[in-house]
């Protein structure tokens, strides 16, 4: 078994949503980034990638690649995905944290299960989601931005 842990953030930006496990949430902000700024997706991916010994997400999708820009993270979900199952890992189990303050997130943990759940062919009782706020500490806690970690647990090729 290997474990990989992930952590992204971005600060947020003009918008008017915040895209994050690949849901679309109403916000009076957006999130700054190269991508669609999906903190959870991000954090997960660089998860997986540690876990499979494989590097990190800026190593496989580099945001000076116009290939990139504006991409759907979901889409980044999917190719960390298909390099694990040609390299014969199994995903255990996934567990993410989002730390914002805004929006509130809790409603929106079921559709964000089962967007990641789908796009990695993982039963849903295998991915845990949960929100937690700062307190109003620090710079989540200052509503300048949100953050994700993951922790995923792979079963290693027999």
Do not use: W
């Not at 078994?1 to 109403?26: N, T, Y």
């Not at 998860?47 to 820009?69: T, Y």
């Not at 995905?81 to 944290?97: A, H, K, M, P, Y």
Request: proline residues 3%.
């Amino acid at each position: 078994m290997r474990i990989g842990h992930g952590f992204d953030v971005h600060k947020f930006g003009p918008g008017d949503h915040v895209m994050i496990g690949g849901v679309r949430i109403s916000h009076d902000h957006g999130l700054v980034a190269h991508s669609d700024g999906d903190v959870l997706i991000h954090a997960v991916c660089d998860a997986l990638l540690g876990a499979a010994s494989l590097g990190d997400i800026g190593r496989h999708f580099p945001d000076s690649s116009a290939e990139f820009k504006g991409i759907d993270s979901r889409v980044l979900l999917r190719r960390v995905n298909e390099q694990l199952r040609q390299r014969r890992f199994s995903i255990s189990n996934i567990d993410g944290t989002l730390v914002a303050q805004a929006p509130r997130l809790a409603e929106y943990i079921p559709e964000m299960c089962r967007c990641l759940a789908d796009d990695l062919g993982l039963a849903r009782e295998r991915l845990n989601i949960k929100a937690t706020t700062t307190e109003g500490l620090g710079y989540t806690g200052r509503g300048e931005g949100i953050a994700a970690y993951a922790v995923v647990l792979l079963d290693e090729p027999a």
